[in-house]
Structure formats: C-alpha cells, structure tokens
Nanobody, 115 residues
Framework: QVQLVESGGGLVQAGGSLRLSCSAS????????MGWYRQAAGKQRELVAN???????NYADSVKGRFTISRDLAERTMYLQMNSLKPEDTAVYYC?????????WGQGTQVTVSS
C-alpha cells in the first residue's frame, strides 16, 4: 500500500506559477513510476508528467518547457513546478504512483488559472 498526499494547488492568474507536492508513504525510489495526471471538467484524465525510478522523465506535449517534475528522495516527495500557466491548465491534478504493479492515486488538488 502507498498513501499519497498532494498539496500546492490554488488559484493563479495566467502567466503565473504554482508548485504541487506529493508526499508518499514509501521511498519514492522504490516506486516504479511516479507522476502527475490532471482531469479538467468534462474531460478524461490525462498524463501531465511522470518520472521513472531511474530518474528519466516524460512530459505531455502541452506542458513541455513550462512544467518540471522533480523528486526529493530524502523527503519522499515529488514535485511539479508549473510555470507560464494557461487557463487550459485548469484541472484537478492527481499524484500517481505505480508500485509493485499497482496504481495508487492521491486525493487530487484543484488548479485554477484565470485569464
């Protein structure tokens, strides 16, 4: 079992920045893939960015160059730095962890970008 707790969402103007945090109950180095998904109203959940335990990263085309995923092994925490935010980034953001072939999800945190 892995518990994930997210924080850092909120309301920001277009062009602004936010940093999301996801704290895990196990070492993030033991998690095969850990990352962020988002779900906008009326849309399917989509991958934003993830990181393999090796440290390799993957980003959705829509966020490349604006978002950065990182981790702090000592703090068991993964971050998503979001810069140059756009109204279309508005969504509920979920932390995800693939651990021992099972997907775990956080409770979600709302990000709202006003124009």
């Amino acid at each position: 079992q892995v518990q994930l707790v997210e924080s850092g969402g909120g309301l920001v103007q277009a062009g602004g920045s936010l940093r999301l945090s996801c704290s895990a109950s196990v070492s993030v180095f033991r998690i095969n893939y850990m990352g962020w998904y988002r779900q906008a109203a009326g849309k399917q959940r989509e991958l934003v960015a993830n990181m393999h335990r090796s440290g390799s990263t993957n980003y959705a085309d829509s966020v490349k160059g604006r978002f950065t995923i990182s981790r702090d092994l000592a703090e068991r925490t993964m971050y998503l730095q979001m810069n140059s935010l756009k109204p279309e980034d508005t969504a509920v953001y979920y932390c995800n962890a693939e651990y021992l072939a099972t997907d775990y999800w956080g409770q979600g945190t709302q990000v709202t970008v006003s124009s």
